[in-house]
């Protein structure tokens, strides 16, 4: 038996419909990546369950949001998959005088709740509504886009740590950076935040959103699976876009990746594209980057199973 078909036994008896084995493709937004054994968690005493379970089994863990900033390896991955749905994907809203307290699951889709958040006139997440994660994948990452980041509106972040143990942390001490946290370096799962948001005008705030979703559509290659931008800014200031068109490295492919000919800090899937591809891309940007510009890039993106670089399951 392989590790993924006992991690499924074992699971399965303590979870039993929430445990398959699902391919990781399914779960990506790049669409790619091989079978892994996915647990879809529903309650914070489940989540503290899983935890203890897999720690006294010594069973190796990666909480996924919307997998929409990671690389999956095409052979799977010897982790096992967490992902949070039904009560850790809700949000409590509450208004509050001039002003609304939202406390949102780490499951919550981030475009769904960027929207609500303009319809009922709650202003600070509309930069958000093109940016395809959950809160969790969110805070994790920073996430962010003209200007704005999670980190603006949050008040504190709930995190389970890698027995089960809860803690609250304030949003002053998560050491947000651009597209960093603490979280980076910690095993924890991120199982909720709160938040607070001004109070603003609905329908200005719905006017801003479309503007925001048009301007994406124009200048994102959203027609193909992606993971938004692959590399992150580098100290320099320079886009890293800018870096890779300038290295001639534009429509450049590795069997079905693509950098993007629209937006060059993009690869796309066009269609057969395995993670290998995408990863031997990667490498050919950053050295041929280095080559021209002297400057190394770094991915923004996340490895799951492939390679151990910046992973912290
Ligand atoms: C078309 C497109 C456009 C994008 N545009 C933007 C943009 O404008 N700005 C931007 O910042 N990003 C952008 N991204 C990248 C991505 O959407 C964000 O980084 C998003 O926040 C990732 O959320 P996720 O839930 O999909 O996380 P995943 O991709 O599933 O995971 C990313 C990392 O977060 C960790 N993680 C996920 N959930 C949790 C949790 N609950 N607790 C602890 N760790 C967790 C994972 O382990 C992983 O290491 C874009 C991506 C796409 C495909």
């Given amino acids: 038996m392989n590790s993924i078909e006992s991690a499924f036994n074992l699971l399965s008896e303590h979870f039993h419909r929430d445990v398959a084995i699902l391919q990781l493709r399914e779960l990506t937004t790049w669409q790619t990546g ?7 968690v529903t309650s914070a005493a489940m989540l503290a369950d899983l935890l203890g379970l897999t720690a006294g089994e010594g069973i190796p863990w990666f909480i996924l949001g919307l997998g929409s900033n990671v690389l999956a390896g095409d052979e799977g991955c010897r982790e096992v998959i967490i992902r949070l749905s039904g009560a850790m994907a809700e949000t409590v809203w509450h208004r509050s005088g001039n002003s609304w307290d939202l406390k949102i ?14 319809s009922r006139g709650a202003s ?14 969110a805070v994790f990452m ?3 886009a003209y200007g704005n980041s999670i980190a603006d509106s949050l008040k504190s972040v709930t995190v389970l740590d890698y027995e089960g143990s809860a803690s609250i ?3 002053e001490e998560c050491c947000f950076a651009y597209r960093s946290s603490r979280f980076q370096k910690e095993r924890t799962i991120i199982t909720g935040a709160t938040m607070s948001l001004e109070s603003g005008d609905p329908a200005v705030l719905r006017t801003e959103g479309k503007r925001i979703l048009e ?13 938004g931008s692959v590399f992150r800014k580098p100290d320099e200031g320079i886009s890293p876009g800018k870096l890779i068109e300038d290295a001639g490295l534009k429509g450049k492919t590795v069997g079905g990746a693509k950098v993007s000919c629209k937006h060059a800090n993009f690869i ?12 031997e891309l990667i490498d050919i940007v950053r050295e041929a980057v280095l080559a021209t510009s002297g400057i190394l890039l770094e991915e923004e993106i996340r490895y799951l199973g492939r390679r151990e670089l910046n992973d912290v399951g």
């Fill in 215 to 227: 301007l994406r559509r124009k200048k994102f290659p959203l027609q193909h699976p992606n993971a």
């Fill in 142 to 144: 920073n996430a962010g």
């Fill in 169 to 171: 942390i304030p949003g």
């Fill in 268 to 279: 796309i899937n066009t269609g057969k594209a395995t993670s290998d591809d995408i990863a």
């Fill in 105 to 118: 699951g780490g499951g919550v889709h981030l475009p769904s709740l960027s929207g609500a958040a303009c």
């Fill in 34 to 40: 091989g079978p892994a054994v996915c647990v879809t």
């Fill in 124 to 137: 600070g997440l509309t930069f958000a509504i093109g940016i395809p994660g959950t809160v969790g994948g």
